[in-house]
């Protein structure tokens, strides 16, 4: 049974870049231990597997510039200026 | 006219060759059957206006004037695409996914969004973030997921064909709730370009009809090497349609996989309404054997880790900064990433890519997801060997009927480990489709799955209708539409 602490599941929220509330923790907590319990059984086998990996393979095509509208995509921003996007301020002063 | 409503779409070609009916006028039909039966249901996210529709009309082609609907995860140009999800409710495609770009040359019509899952995360479509799907053989229950809603309007006889995609168990599942056909391609049979990706190593676009034929027809359109997707496979266009004869492939060997049929909490209405199904394929000429495959104990532990890893990798681009959902107030870049995400995304698609970056993170890697992978080759090689005694498999596609809504509310990873039934042949990458077998003593829709070696979608496809013509299950609809 995998057991996480407060501290664990909220560096995992950081790195997800998601807020969780205080209320949110303890379901949160539970739902991951429940999954993660169960999908722990995978180490079981997995150390008598030698199955070698499928190789992977690249597959290229030609660096050509294809036009698009531009503007399409901007329109969808909430927060615009010109040809930028607009995001509150990065490092606070 | 209910007649047209459940017609193929090979009798609707027939009806327009013939002008019998316009392509306009078989169009106000399926939008009128919209308007008149989608409250049971609510199927739909959206349905298009007619003018819009038509704008893409062509009159060529081998879908030509046939109506139909798409899953809300396939891009379509200058129409919404929100993945049922919050953070993407005004987001606008600016280009046609290849799918729809096919469907629109051969001319089939797109009449709107289908209902799903949001971002595909779930087996009931109710975790999407705008309505709950119903199943129309008992609007209690859900119609499956996460293409539940492609799959009620098919069922309902709101449009003959609907596109869905399958990263687990999402068009099989819920075709077999609904009492339709579903298929799973071979990975990378389909194009994934303009589909947006859950798990991109095992997500495939499926067609959801209510005949193998018209499901092989929709097939035939979409299938094929496509430039523009990096895991497309190198295989020309094919008319799947050209084996069905109704006859089997000569000593098709056929082979049961009995795990399943075992399974825990497998119902024995299912098992015996699977077991008639191998009964009459076996009439029909097929070597039926009993295989044993006890790796797929482990299928749905390594589906678990290895989608909701590639979930959170995939899911990290909706940050609020270049289109969808924002969240207001926030004072800093970084608060306004967490805030945005906390109210766009759905508790089901935050935990899933908890998990996932969890199951990635240092420490965790090599216990989970790299152990996942070794499972994941451990059953494909182990489908490689079976299907050098066999040429087929058959097993459930469902241990349970379609479930009430809320059923599991309070234990989710109960309602995930159904894919233990699904998910074995998207970590194998092969395919398979799920065709109805039969009806509980409740009349709720049993399905079951043939499964084959990579690319033999034409075998499947063979054999399934050769099962479809000597049973009646395709001709029964639910009552009330």
Not at chain 1, 81 to 93: A, Q, S, T
Not at chain 2, 61 to 74: A, V, W, Y
Request: glycine share 6%; charged share 25%.
């Amino acid at each position: 049974m995998i057991k996480i602490s407060k501290e664990e599941v909220l560096k995992i929220a950081e790195i997800t870049r998601v807020s969780l509330h205080e209320d949110e923790i303890e379901p949160m907590i539970k739902h991951l231990e429940g999954v993660l319990s169960y999908a722990e059984r995978v180490k079981e086998i997995a150390a008598d597997i030698d199955e070698p990996s499928n190789k992977n393979v690249n597959v290229f095509r030609e660096d050509v510039v294809v036009k698009t509208d531009s503007e399409k995509i901007l329109a969808q921003a909430p927060e615009r200026d010109d040809n930028y996007f607009v995001v509150p301020v990065i490092i606070e002063k | 006219m209910t007649k047209l409503a459940f017609a193929t779409i090979k009798e609707l070609k027939e009806k327009l060759e013939n002008k019998e009916i316009s392509h306009e006028e078989l169009l106000d039909f399926f939008l009128k059957r919209f308007e008149d039966f989608d409250e049971k249901i609510d199927s739909a996210l959206e349905i298009f206006d007619k003018k819009s529709i038509l704008e893409h009309y062509s009159a060529e082609g081998s879908l030509c004037g046939i109506p139909g609907i798409f899953k809300d995860n396939i891009c379509q140009e200058e129409r919404i695409v929100s993945c049922a999800s919050k953070i993407l409710e005004n987001f606008r495609s600016t280009y046609d996914a290849t799918t729809t770009r096919r469907m629109k040359s051969a001319g089939a019509l797109i009449l709107g969004r289908a209902n799903c899952d949001e971002f595909a995360m779930g087996s009931s479509t109710e975790t999407s973030a705008y309505k709950k799907t119903k199943n129309p053989w008992d609007y209690s229950r859900v119609p499956g997921g996460s293409s539940g809603g492609s799959a009620a309007a098919v069922a309902a006889g709101l449009v003959p064909w609907s596109l869905g995609s399958d990263t687990g168990a999402s068009v099989r599942q819920p075709a077999a709730f609904c009492g339709i056909v579903g298929i799973k391609p071979t990975y990378g049979l389909v194009s994934r370009y303009g589909l947006i990706a859950y798990a991109s190593s095992l997500d495939q676009v499926g067609v959801l009809s209510r005949t193998v034929y018209d499901n092989a027809l929709v097939f035939s359109t979409i299938a094929g090497h496509d430039m523009q997707d990096s895991s497309s496979l190198f295989v020309n266009k094919k008319d799947y349609t050209a084996n069905l004869t109704g006859k089997l492939k000569e000593d098709l060997r056929i082979g049961v996989i009995e795990d399943a049929l075992t399974a825990q909490g497998m119902d024995n209405e299912i098992a015996s309404s699977v077991q008639n199904a191998v009964g009459v394929l076996e009439k029909l000429g097929a070597k039926v054997k009993k295989v044993s495959m006890p790796i797929l104990d482990y299928s749905a532990a390594a589906y678990f880790v290895i989608s909701r890893a590639e979930a959170a990798s995939n899911l990290a681009r909706f940050d609020g900064v270049r289109y969808g959902f924002r969240a207001k107030d926030s004072h800093t870049l970084h608060e306004m990433y967490l805030n945005t995400r906390h109210d766009g995304f759905g508790q089901e698609v935050k935990t899933r890519i908890m998990v996932g970056n969890y199951v990635l993170s240092a420490g965790h890697a090599g216990q989970f997801y790299k152990n996942a992978k070794k499972v994941q080759r451990l059953i494909r090689s182990e489908f490689k060997n079976v299907f050098n005694d066999v040429d087929l498999l058959i097993m459930p596609t469902h241990p349970m009927a379609a479930f009430k809504i809320g059923a599991f509310d309070q234990d989710k990873l109960q309602m995930d480990l159904q894919d233990y039934f699904t998910c074995p042949m998207n970590l194998a990458g092969i395919p398979a489709i799920s065709i109805p077998c039969g009806f509980t003593k409740e009349k709720l829709p049993i399905g079951f799955q043939i499964i084959g070696p990579h690319l033999s979608e034409e075998l499947i496809f063979q054999t399934a209708h050769a099962y479809e013509q000597e049973t009646p299950w395709h001709t029964m609809h639910p009552a009330g539409f």
